[in-house]
């Protein structure tokens, strides 16, 4: 016996308010079916000798930190298109 029956969906698709064909409600029936059998076979596995972990892989995407040296002021600034006594000048976005 299926877990998601046409019914299940039409009480879901009231709750969220939207309007189902017959061919849309039987669909997701089947398919929601689908997905919650999937997940139950997924439970049924014995994971006792795997060890928790926080992330799927073990690579660090982070690289080491290096202390390096700034770019020089005037560098940056001469690519500004309105520098102003060594600073960066913007248009006022606050009234």
């Keep these: ?19 189902l064909t017959e061919e849309e409600r039987v669909t997701f029936a089947r398919q929601l079916d689908g997905i919650l059998a999937y ?11 795997v060890e928790p972990m926080s992330h799927a892989g073990d690579v660090s995407p982070l690289r080491e930190d290096a202390v390096l040296d ?14 102003a006594d060594g600073l960066f000048r913007v248009p006022r976005v606050l009234p």
């Design 70 to 83: 700034s770019l020089p002021r005037e560098t940056a600034l001469a690519a500004a298109p309105d520098p």
């Design 1 to 19: 016996m299926p877990r998601v029956t046409v019914e299940t969906v039409d009480h879901v698709a009231r709750l969220a308010r939207i309007r």
């Design 39 to 49: 997940a139950e076979s997924i439970r049924a596995l014995d994971l006792s000798q």
